[in-house]
C-alpha cells in the first residue's frame, strides 16, 4: 500500500521559509511524477509545484523564483523549498503522486491518485 506523509509546516513570519518534506512508502509502478498543491482557506486546491520522472520540473506563476521542488529518489522523498513566503501562501500543503506523465497536465489535480495528508503553512504579515 502506498502512503505519502507530509511534514515542515508550520507558522513563520512573511519573507521566512520552511521546507516541505513528503515520505514515500509502499510501491508506485514505474518512475512517477510528484507534485504539491495547496489549499488556501475556502478555496480551491490548486497546483504549486511538480517534478516528472525525468526531473523536469514546472510551477506555477505565484511561486516561480521562491519555491522550489526536489526529489530525492534514493530516500523516496520529494521536498519543497519555500523561500520569501507571503501571507497568501498560507493553505494546507499536500504532496501527490502517480505512475508516469499526468495525462491532465503535470499540475492538475485530476491524475494524480496518491495524496498525504497535508501539512498547514501559516504566514503572518
Known amino acids: 500500500q502506498v502512503q505519502l506523509v507530509e511534514s515542515g509546516g508550520g507558522s513563520v513570519q512573511a519573507g521566512g521559509s520552511l521546507r516541505l518534506s513528503c515520505a514515500v512508502s509502499g510501491y508506485i509502478y514505474g518512475a512517477y511524477s510528484m507534485a504539491w498543491f495547496r489549499q488556501p482557506p475556502g478555496k480551491e486546491r490548486e497546483g504549486v509545484a511538480a517534478i516528472d520522472r525525468s526531473g523536469s520540473t514546472t510551477y506555477a506563476d505565484s511561486v516561480k523564483g521562491r519555491f522550489t521542488i526536489s526529489r530525492d529518489n534514493a530516500k523516496n522523498t520529494l521536498y519543497l523549498q519555500m523561500n520569501n513566503l507571503k501571507p497568501e501562501d498560507t493553505a494546507m500543503y499536500y504532496c501527490?503522486?502517480?505512475?508516469?506523465?499526468?495525462?491532465?497536465?503535470?499540475?492538475?489535480?485530476?491524475?494524480?491518485?496518491?495524496w498525504g495528508q497535508g501539512t498547514q503553512v501559516t504566514v503572518s504579515s
Open positions: 501527490a503522486a502517480r505512475s508516469g506523465y499526468n495525462p491532465y497536465g503535470i499540475l492538475s489535480d485530476r491524475g494524480y491518485n496518491y
